[in-house]
């Protein structure tokens, strides 16, 4: 071969090769155009995951896909073996190989939180399940992969379905449970607005705890002397210190008022981060858009799940999973979202009661919903139905006039009912006696609490003949619903009636105004001394029968 036909193979190879790089390079900046554009995940570039995870994606290259398969496999036969414990570690392992590919993590979530939890019969046992199900998709799929809809909704959907409805037999431990954990972490009253004050508005996991603190309390100033001389070497000492006893640890009161005043509440924060991954900034704008939610609640962390979803959501995915979560959340929250009558011993009795704050974005959800999702009908038709509920519960709690707002609304919407002519009192007692015969613990809870209510309303107004009526009523309510579901072991049981009366009558003296207040304790007293009186005098009247022999 000549000299020159060898340079000009090698010029025209190089010249090929330029081609092709450069065609490569076009090529790559389209793929990556449509990426940012249409809100594609890519096997690439790893954000917000730890090192070692990182360092994996890129040693392992395409070989990671192979591995984490094979795990998937394994995983599969430690189910059909029923070694579920193993099973945690390797979903987590499989999330860390495929960090965006998210339809892993959210599979193996909604197992353990719904199939793996029910083979166990132990309702502890359940709620570990389920909430190892909620951190895989919280703390892991959900960093790695915040565009993904799909996350959210299952997000959405455990706490709505699994921990807040009533299809499980355990729904009432789960209620507690939920309850108590965020009573514990949270306290009865979060202040959010004081911890958004002191916690920066991170965009979803761009919080790091320990960088901010280290800022307000700098390695040598006076007040990291103290800190570190109390025994709290680090941001992670003094936040395990403040989490296991619930507020500020021993040794800070060299601290200023407002330095400590600042700690204790970022400590909370931080503290409820790590728990639930609440960002007190979208708690607050989650409670500004939708009313006054208690967030000791399933409802409250369905809305703020679905509410994330929609944030983060890219404009090319459909909005109505979400939507229609957010919907069902709020007439939940109506119906049931103040907690009254817990049970932290055994678990085994929940009642919640109405929010009325809720009920107008409750309506104005439903109409959203339609419209926003190229008028899907079945948003005004849930509407409807949450329409008689309202009716129902506004008058049971004694809110006539709210009751017939919401039924000249009901028959504004649902233009062909049939039991239109009705009277507002006709209506009432027909739904009541519907709801009655179908109802779940949870229905029947809240029609209890509000006929017990109307019936000391009336007493303390001194109209006895009503009072004495509501109180037949709430009796007969309670009668019937425990002899219909005598034959379910599990997930129907109601406190007793004398506690639940007890439970409403603190409320009410917490509640209302003084002067009904005061009248309240003063029959309380009244009767109570009647009580007693007819107690000595039966039991005098005993001492005076003369002896059988």
């Not at 959405?156 to 965020?182: C, P, S």
């Not at 939507?323 to 049931?336: G, H, M, P, V, Y």
């Amino acid at each position: 071969m000549t000299k020159f036909k060898t340079i000009s193979i090698y010029t025209a190879l190089i010249l090929a090769s330029l081609v092709m790089l450069f065609g490569i390079s076009r090529l790559e900046r389209s793929i990556e155009g449509d990426i940012k554009t249409h809100h594609l995940r890519f096997t690439g570039e790893i954000k917000n995951a730890p090192g070692w995870v990182s360092f994996t994606t890129v040693a392992l290259g395409s070989f990671r896909g192979l591995l984490a398969d094979l795990l998937w496999l394994h995983q599969i036969s430690l189910k059909d073996q029923g070694s579920y414990f193993e099973m945690v570690q390797l979903a987590n392992w499989i999330t860390d190989l495929q960090p965006q590919f998210a339809g892993s993590a959210v599979y193996l979530g909604w197992e353990m939180a719904y199939n793996l939890s029910v083979t166990c019969s132990n309702f502890e046992d359940r709620w570990r399940w389920i909430q190892e199900g909620l951190k895989l998709l919280r703390d892991k799929a959900m960093i790695y992969n915040p565009e993904d809809t799909n996350i959210y909704f299952d997000m959405t959907r455990i706490y709505t379905e699994k921990l807040g409805n009533v299809y499980d037999d355990a729904h009432l431990f789960y209620k507690n449970k939920l309850f108590m954990e965020t009573t514990r972490v949270m306290g009865k009253n979060p202040d959010w607005e004081a911890m958004a004050a002191v916690v920066p508005n991170f965009r979803l996991s761009d919080w790091d705890p320990a960088r901010i603190f280290n800022e307000k309390f700098p390695p040598k100033s006076d007040a990291r002397a103290i800190i570190e001389a109390a025994g709290y070497p680090d941001f992670d000492a003094l936040l395990q210190a403040y989490s296991k006893f619930d507020h500020m640890p021993d040794g800070l009161g060299k601290l200023s008022s407002e330095e400590r005043d600042w700690l204790n509440t970022y400590l909370r924060a931080a503290w409820i981060w790590n728990a639930f991954r609440l960002n007190p900034h979208r708690v607050l704008a989650v409670n500004r858009e939708f009313g006054d939610l208690d967030w000791h609640t399933c409802e409250a962390f369905g809305i703020y799940w679905s509410y994330l979803g929609l944030e983060f959501r890219p404009p090319n995915q459909r909005r109505r999973q979400l939507d229609n979560f957010i919907a069902i959340s709020l007439q939940s929250s109506f119906r049931s979202g103040r907690p009254l009558v817990t049970d932290p011993e055994k678990m085994v009795y929940y009642i919640g009661v109405p929010n009325f704050s809720v009920v107008d974005r409750t309506l104005r959800a439903a109409q959203e919903g339609y419209e926003l999702n190229r008028n899907d009908t079945s948003f005004l038709l849930s509407r409807n139905y949450f329409l008689r509920d309202a009716v129902v519960l506004f008058y049971t709690y004694g809110q006539t006039a709210k009751a017939e707002e919401m039924y000249r609304l009901l028959k504004k919407y649902d233009v062909g009912m049939t039991d239109s002519k009705l009277t507002l009192e006709q209506f009432y007692n027909q739904e009541l006696a519907e709801t009655i015969r179908f109802a779940t613990v949870k229905d029947i809870g809240e029609l209890l609490v509000g006929t017990i209510y109307r019936s000391i309303h009336f007493w303390v107004l001194g109209d006895n003949r009503h009072a004495a009526e509501l109180d037949a009523s709430a009796e007969w309510m309670y009668n019937r619903f425990v002899e219909m579901n005598k034959a379910r072991e599990r997930g129907v049981e109601l406190p007793p009636l004398e506690v639940i009366y007890r439970v409403v009558v603190d409320n009410f003296m917490k509640n209302a105004p003084k002067p009904l207040a005061e009248r309240l304790r003063k029959l309380l007293e009244q009767s109570a001394e009647q009580a007693r009186l007819t107690r000595e005098a039966a039991a005098a009247a005993e001492n005076k029968l003369p002896e059988i022999k």
